[in-house]
């Protein structure tokens, strides 16, 4: 333990994107390496009240915690890396700041006082901040501030940190994230935009400890110097962050920097234990040097946008790491798909995933791709509404009702074996309404889902409204699509499958959500290896003919 726990920010300057979850994570695991409790929170700009009713195109994946909390996409990147759950406490947004300071106003809890962004709305904002240090169980708590220094939105933000950083003294410290462009013409990396962006900050009462310098090419002799000088902070404290080729390269790249190290010192930390990132590398080693490698589709209306589908990435990764597998994705749109096409779209894959989603654009060229994976026996796993379509297509395919659907879909239809939840039916407002955060399911001894987990009790997150129509669930039975996951309580269907089938699983709950480095998901992980079996039959086939 450090005694009282350290709070470290982390700001960026120039640009957005420049990885500064994945730099706050990488900090946080080469912290977590040595032996400290670490947690990383997320402060979005936005005013959104959470980034639930957020479009993807507007802010890419939207994250879901256990305890049911709409979050934003890097809370992924902090899980994956940490293997520790966030919650609630760990992302806020201005919208919440100020929903909260107008709630205390409305109950008379500032006695009739003018309320203002200082000190009311920064102190609500330190109160966050501060929230999961005063549990007393995290050693150091890492807070990630979205958007770029400069922005109109992020200045409360900056301001609750000047006040943090002052009142704290050597337990705060500040990270600021810049890049060093590289101009082609002249063919070297320029330091002007960092030195305007900590100028920036400094304006706003904030002089950071640490820079962490994004660059596409190496920095050259006597830069650190030059940076250090114009921008008042120790040399050793410029780190380089160079391009590296995946995101689980970023921790080494930062130990190699040592900024754990000037982290630790910084903070007047000393006797700390060696770090220890032996399972980490080994998984960089299967994750790098694959023994083999595997096709499999992901079928999705945001694939032009990949970070819609962040989460799924990585735990195909993971599970294919778990077997020294690469595995290799086609992005499908499945707005695109057709019954004309989808032969030649989805044809020598090894696996089908139907990714999740909302609403009726593309919803068709999902319900095909469940049809080509039913019966061209091609390994099958669908997610959310990827299990919801891959229902709607048996229904019409198997069972014979042309006209079956979802009631998201078509409100009207005569067959809702998809319907929308009891619990429902109430709810006007769309905003953390929805079935949210992690429930129990009971899987079928023998189905599929079961022998993946090695287990028939299971606990896993969810985001949806609609639900498989149990009033169906006996014809379905009869012909082939099993139940073979449900709630213990409600009874509703959580995991489908069909008998006939070597691998065909539809889940309603988010099984992505709970990859990590550490722990592969074993429902992606099994998927990975009965691909990698339909391949090799498929191999084996062509060869014998």
């Not at 229904?395 to 998201?408: D, I, K, M, Y």
Request: glycine fraction near 8%; include cysteine.
């Amino acid at each position: 333990m450090t005694g009282s726990t350290k709070y470290i920010f982390v700001t960026g300057g120039v640009t957005s994107s420049l990885g500064k979850g994945i730099v706050s994570a990488s900090l946080a695991k080469l912290l977590q390496a040595r032996g400290f409790t670490v947690t990383i929170q997320k402060l979005d700009p936005y005013i959104n009240i959470d980034p639930g009713t957020l479009n993807p195109y507007e802010h890419g994946e939207c994250y879901v915690t256990e305890d049911g909390a709409e979050t934003d996409l890097d809370l992924g990147h902090y899980e994956r890396f940490l293997d520790t759950p966030t919650s609630q406490a760990n992302n806020v947004t201005t919208g919440r700041i100020y929903q909260n300071v107008i709630n205390k106003e409305r109950r008379g809890e500032y006695l009739g006082k003018t309320v203002q962004v200082i000190p009311h709305i920064t102190d609500e904002i330190k109160r966050h901040i501060q929230a999961l240090g005063r549990k007393g169980i995290y050693d150091f708590v890492i807070t990630e501030v979205g958007g770029t220094v400069g922005d109109i939105e992020s200045l409360p933000y900056v301001e609750a940190i000047r006040q943090l950083k002052w009142e704290k003294g050597r337990d705060a410290l500040a990270i600021h994230l810049t890049l060093l462009p590289y101009l082609s013409t002249s063919g070297e990396l320029k330091t002007k935009p960092t030195q305007h962006s900590v100028k920036e900050l400094l304006s706003l009462g904030v002089q950071p400890d640490i820079l962490v310098c994004r660059t596409e090419h190496p920095m050259l002799k006597g830069m650190k110097e030059k940076i250090a000088l114009f921008c008042n902070v120790d040399q050793q404290a410029v780190i380089e962050s160079a391009d590296a080729e995946t995101i689980y390269d970023v921790p080494l790249l930062m130990q190699q920097e040592q900024l754990d190290v000037v982290v630790l010192e910084k903070l007047g930390i000393k006797n700390y234990p060696e770090a220890d990132l032996g399972r980490w590398r080994d998984f960089l080693r299967r994750f790098k040097n694959p023994k083999r490698t595997v096709e499999i589709g992901l079928v999705g209306k945001y694939v032009e946008l990949r970070d819609a589908y962040k989460s799924i990435k990585e735990a195909l990764d993971h599970g294919g790491a778990e077997g020294e597998t690469r595995v290799e994705l086609r992005w499908v749109h499945s707005e695109k798909l057709t019954a004309k096409n989808v032969a030649k779209q989805l044809g020598g894959l090894s696996g089908i995933l139907v990714a999740p989603g909302f609403g009726n654009r593309g919803i068709e060229g999902k319900i095909e791709a469940v049809r080509f994976a039913r019966e061209n026996k091609v390994p099958f796993l669908g997610i959310c509404l990827g299990m919801q379509c891959a229902v709607i297509e048996f229904a019409r395919n198997v069972l014979g009702h042309a006209e079956a659907n979802s009631t998201e879909m078509d409100p009207d239809t005569k067959w809702p074996v998809i319907a929308l939840m009891e619990e429902q039916k109430a709810k006007v407002d769309k905003g953390g309404t929805m079935r949210l955060g992690a429930y129990p399911c009971k899987l079928s001894e023998g189905s599929h889902t079961a022998q993946a987990y090695g287990k028939t009790q299971i606990k896993e997150r969810h985001r949806h409204r609609y639900e498989f129509n149990n009033a169906f669930a006996e014809e379905f039975r009869k012909a082939g699509m099993i139940a073979a996951g449900t709630n213990p309580q409600t009874k509703l269907v959580e995991v489908v499958e069909i008998k006939d089938h070597p691998w065909f699983v539809g889940v309603q709950y988010h099984p992505e959500y709970k990859s990590t480095v550490a722990r592969p998901h074993p429902l992606f992980t099994r998927f990975v290896q009965v691909a990698m079996e339909h391949a090799a039959v498929a191999a084996a086939a062509v060869a014998k003919a």
